[in-house]
């Protein structure tokens, strides 16, 4: 009788929201101001045990959503999740709901692989599940409104009226107490053979700042949040708000109550379909260093998903920035600690006058480039194992691909070539590393072979990005600054 009841106000609502109602009431003023986190708003408050959530009123049909968030709606309209329980019913699974709950709305109850029946329901009362199985006219049509993956699955129920609507939006990703804070994590964590889920591989990655690659917390969330640098020109790639911004035009001069690590909806926005897996760019990226020896070379275009990489892991220095590094010193000295971009192109580090460089390297004939080493993915069905790529660790199988049996990515020697290649040239430069930019202790002569160390250095492949250009960098350093020191120790120049 409960659900019979809610059917019919529901029903009401609708006929009213479609149809409207004659009388003298005029029109609908326009909308409150926006909430603080985004154009979104914030989550309203939840009753206990969550039984005073609103209903899910548009269920799987987000095209209902369109008067107020148009471009949101139609880019949903092309991804994905609009043809989510359309794909789950031509692969035969509509009635397993270890398959259903991330295919419909609402759905909240504890379930097994091949359950067809929920005996542990959840604490919302009106998802999915509360509806399943259809024993009534009623539920049957609640059952099939809730189904499919829409606007109110990630954003939280409608209610049965617009003033009702107080939507969740969250930028978080994040355990917290073990329990991860992402929304998509409900839906998103598909768990390897070792039990591994997608949001664990994330935790071991360098996008997670809390944790170092063992696993080892280094700082709370609340102390990131305090400490570290998000604000201004860096929390464009440091933080999750600052990426949206600077690439959703929703979201242009946006100023957030508070600041989330890089995670799931900073590189993916759910209402994308315009580029792959929903990314966010796959712009071209230019480097910044654009000295006349590159000015037309320096644009990383045509990797697909590889390209979003290249947003934040660029040089992000200047000319002028360099030369004046060059020059005068520099507490930052070399590139932003993120080259990763340049150095695959082969452009971007200083390059002494009057030697040749190598630019052009094989990996660069990769597909995806940075996302065909870094993001390896496997089947559940993969002899080695599933894997979901979001760890970001390079793989050994990307490598086995041209350099068949290998077990190292030291191939051929090439990385240890490298390794001594630095310290030859930090050697010969006569200072400790972490001093190249100390114009008090360096010369300029000194921070011109040191540019290439810092550069290959920040790089952190140990040339295995870009070999050629990484060796070229070295061997001309070392060329240069070994025979600018026996001319000093000759006398022809004066000793600094």
Same mark, same amino acid.
């Given at each position: 009788?409960?659900?019979?009841?809610?059917?019919?106000?529901?029903?009401?609502?609708?006929?009213?929201?479609?149809?409207?109602?004659?009388?003298?009431? &005029?029109?609908?003023?326009?909308?409150?101001?926006?909430?603080?986190?985004?154009?979104?708003?914030?989550?309203?408050?939840?009753?206990?045990?969550?039984?005073?959530?609103?209903?899910?009123?548009?269920?799987?049909?987000?095209?209902?959503?369109?008067?107020?968030?148009?471009?949101?709606?139609? =880019?949903?309209?092309?991804?994905?999740?609009?043809?989510?329980?359309?794909?789950?019913?031509?692969?035969?699974?509509?009635?397993?709901?270890?398959?259903?709950?991330?295919?419909?709305?609402?759905?909240?109850?504890?379930?097994?692989?091949?359950?067809?029946?929920?005996?542990?329901?959840?604490?919302?009362?009106? =998802?999915?599940?509360?509806?399943?199985?259809?024993?009534?006219?009623?539920?049957?049509?609640?059952?099939?409104?809730?189904?499919? !993956?829409?606007?109110?699955?990630?954003?939280?129920?409608?209610?049965?009226?617009?003033?009702?609507?107080?939507?969740?939006?969250?930028?978080?990703?994040?355990?917290?107490?073990? *329990?991860?804070?992402?929304?998509?994590?409900?839906?998103?964590?598909?768990?390897?053979?070792?039990?591994?889920?997608?949001?664990?591989?994330?935790?071991?990655?360098?996008?997670?700042?809390?944790?170092?690659?063992? &696993?080892?917390?280094?700082?709370?969330?609340?102390?990131?949040?305090?400490? *570290?640098?998000?604000?201004?020109?860096?929390?464009?790639?440091?933080?999750?708000?600052?990426?949206?911004?600077?690439?959703?035009?929703?979201?242009?001069?946006?100023?957030?109550?508070?600041?989330?690590?890089?995670?799931?909806?900073?590189?993916?926005?759910?209402?994308?379909?315009?580029?792959?897996?929903?990314?966010?760019?796959?712009?071209?990226?230019? !480097?910044?260093?654009?000295?006349?020896?590159?000015?037309?070379?320096?644009?990383?275009?045509?990797?697909?998903?590889?390209?979003?990489?290249?947003?934040?892991?660029?040089?992000?220095?200047?000319?002028?920035?360099?030369?004046?590094?060059?020059?005068?010193?520099?507490?930052?000295?070399?590139?932003?600690?993120?080259?990763?971009?340049?150095?695959?192109?082969?452009?971007?580090?200083?390059?002494?006058?009057?030697?040749?460089?190598?630019?052009?390297?094989?990996?660069?004939?990769?597909?995806?480039?940075?996302?065909?080493?870094?993001?390896?993915?496997?089947?559940?069905?993969?002899?080695?194992?599933?894997?979901?790529?979001?760890?970001?660790?390079?793989?050994?199988?990307?490598?086995?691909?041209?350099?068949? &049996?290998?077990?190292?990515?030291? !191939?051929?020697?090439?990385?240890?070539?490298?390794?001594?290649?630095?310290?030859?040239?930090?050697?010969?430069?006569?200072?400790?590393?972490?001093?190249?930019?100390?114009?008090?202790?360096?010369?300029?002569?000194?921070?011109?072979?040191?540019?290439?160390?810092?550069?290959?250095?920040?790089?952190?492949?140990? =040339?295995?990005?870009?070999?050629?250009?990484?060796?070229?960098?070295?061997?001309?350093?070392?060329?240069?600054?070994?025979?600018?020191?026996?001319?000093?120790?000759?006398?022809?120049?004066?000793?600094?």
């Amino acid at each position: 009788m409960v659900k019979r009841l809610m059917v019919l106000v529901l029903a009401l609502c609708l006929a009213v929201a479609f149809f409207g109602c004659e009388g003298e009431q &005029g029109p609908e003023g326009p909308a409150g101001p926006q909430g603080e986190a985004g154009p979104m708003g914030d989550q309203g408050p939840q009753g206990e045990d969550g039984k005073d959530v609103p209903e899910y009123t548009y269920g799987g049909n987000s095209e209902r959503c369109v008067g107020c968030h148009e471009s949101a709606v139609e =880019g949903w309209m092309h991804t994905h999740h609009a043809e989510a329980y359309e794909d789950l019913v031509a692969e035969g699974n509509e009635t397993n709901l270890y398959c259903v709950k991330c295919h419909v709305t609402g759905f909240d109850a504890e379930v097994a692989y091949g359950d067809t029946e929920v005996t542990t329901p959840g604490p919302d009362m009106h =998802g999915f599940d509360d509806y399943w199985p259809p024993e009534t006219a009623e539920d049957s049509m609640r059952v099939e409104m809730l189904a499919g !993956v829409g606007c109110e699955s990630c954003h939280g129920p409608m209610g049965t009226t617009i003033y009702d609507h107080q939507p969740m939006v969250s930028y978080e990703t994040h355990y917290n107490d073990g *329990h991860p804070t992402t929304v998509c994590a409900k839906c998103h964590s598909q768990a390897g053979d070792d039990g591994t889920t997608e949001m664990e591989e994330w935790e071991l990655s360098g996008h997670n700042a809390l944790k170092d690659r063992e &696993g080892n917390e280094v700082m709370t969330i609340e102390e990131w949040r305090e400490e *570290h640098f998000t604000e201004g020109s860096c929390g464009a790639c440091h933080s999750s708000e600052g990426f949206i911004a600077r690439w959703d035009p929703d979201y242009a001069g946006w100023e957030p109550h508070e600041r989330n690590l890089i995670g799931c909806v900073t590189c993916h926005d759910p209402h994308e379909a315009n580029n792959i897996h929903h990314l966010r760019s796959v712009d071209d990226m230019t !480097v910044n260093y654009d000295a006349e020896v590159v000015a037309d070379e320096g644009t990383m275009t045509g990797y697909g998903s590889g390209q979003i990489c290249a947003q934040c892991h660029q040089g992000r220095r200047d000319t002028d920035n360099v030369v004046g590094q060059i020059e005068n010193g520099y507490a930052h000295f070399g590139p932003h600690h993120s080259n990763q971009g340049d150095m695959f192109l082969g452009i971007g580090s200083y390059e002494i006058e009057g030697y040749e460089y190598e630019r052009e390297a094989v990996h660069q004939n990769l597909e995806r480039g940075c996302v065909d080493c870094h993001m390896t993915m496997r089947g559940h069905g993969d002899p080695a194992g599933w894997k979901g790529g979001h760890d970001f660790y390079p793989a050994l199988e990307a490598c086995q691909g041209c350099h068949s &049996g290998t077990d190292t990515f030291d !191939v051929g020697g090439g990385q240890t070539e490298i390794e001594e290649l630095m310290e030859q040239l930090i050697t010969a430069i006569g200072v400790n590393a972490d001093d190249l930019g100390d114009g008090d202790i360096t010369t300029p002569e000194q921070r011109m072979a040191g540019y290439a160390y810092a550069f290959v250095h920040d790089d952190g492949s140990h =040339g295995a990005h870009n070999p050629v250009y990484a060796r070229s960098l070295l061997e001309n350093a070392i060329d240069f600054i070994s025979t600018y020191n026996a001319a000093r120790d000759a006398g022809e120049i004066a000793n600094k």
